[in-house]
Structures are given as C-alpha cells and as structure tokens.
C-alpha cells in the first residue's frame, strides 16, 4: 500500500451549524490508497448524529468532554482518554451530554469522502433531523441506513 503525503491544516474545518458540528479531516482517503480516512470532530452541547449503521467501521477518541453512546443496542458513557469502536454494520449514535464543545479524534475504516458527506449531510439536515424517509433517500447514495432519531442526554 502506498500513502501520499498529506498536511491538515486549521483552516481545512467544516463548519455545520445546524447540526451542531465543526470537521477536519486529518487524513482523507487518498492518502491511504482508501484504507482509512481520520477526522477530528468537535460537537456542540447537545449534539450528535441520528442512529445509523454502514459498511465502514469507525473507532472514536474521546479528545474532550462526554458522549453518551449507543452501539448495537447498548448505552454508556465515553469521557476523554475512552476509545469506543462502531463494528461495520452496527448501528450506532452518540451525543455530547456535557455544557460545553466536546471533540473526538475518529477513524473511519475503509476510507470515504468525509468532506463530501459532512457537507452534503449539512444540506440535507439544515432546517434540523428531516424526516426518516428524506434521510435514507440522502444516505442511499452513502450506503448509509439512518434507524432513528439523534440520542438525547439521559
């Protein structure tokens, strides 16, 4: 396998307001010949994605803050230093549960087009979650099955 040189730079950031997020992309998949992509997230109070699976496992870094997960069925909390791992085809979500930002460090494994996606589901949830059918139309194109909705703070 052979990997390109990359450099993330600050400014590289996504910012998607309406669903609480802001994105960098640490490694895009080109540079891993589409092994893995590596994004830095930071998710506002409150924040989370809807519960869904895909093909892609992704193993998240809790850089700062508090998540309450759910992966498969099962819900517990995630703190700084915690590693949580979503196996490819389980369904998962999670929400940032504390006052403040709270950032994670996540691989993606293969790599996709995190910048894509991220923006083009930016559009889709601007006026907030839509409806289940509109989201799966959306993640269709992504391989991605959204089951319900975002998790809520316990």
Known sequence: MAFSPWHSKQEDALHIPAIGLDLRVRLPPDASDAALTVIETTNAPGFGPPLHR???????????????????GRRFYADAGDVVTAPSGAAHAFVNVTDAPAQQFILILPGLDATAFFTQLGDVMRDGVPDRALLNDFGKRWGVEFLGPPLRAE
Request: net charge negative; glycine share 6%; charged share 30%.
């Open 54 to 72: 895909h093909a892609e496992t992704e193993v998240f870094r809790v850089l700062t803050g508090r998540y309450l997960f759910e992966v498969d």
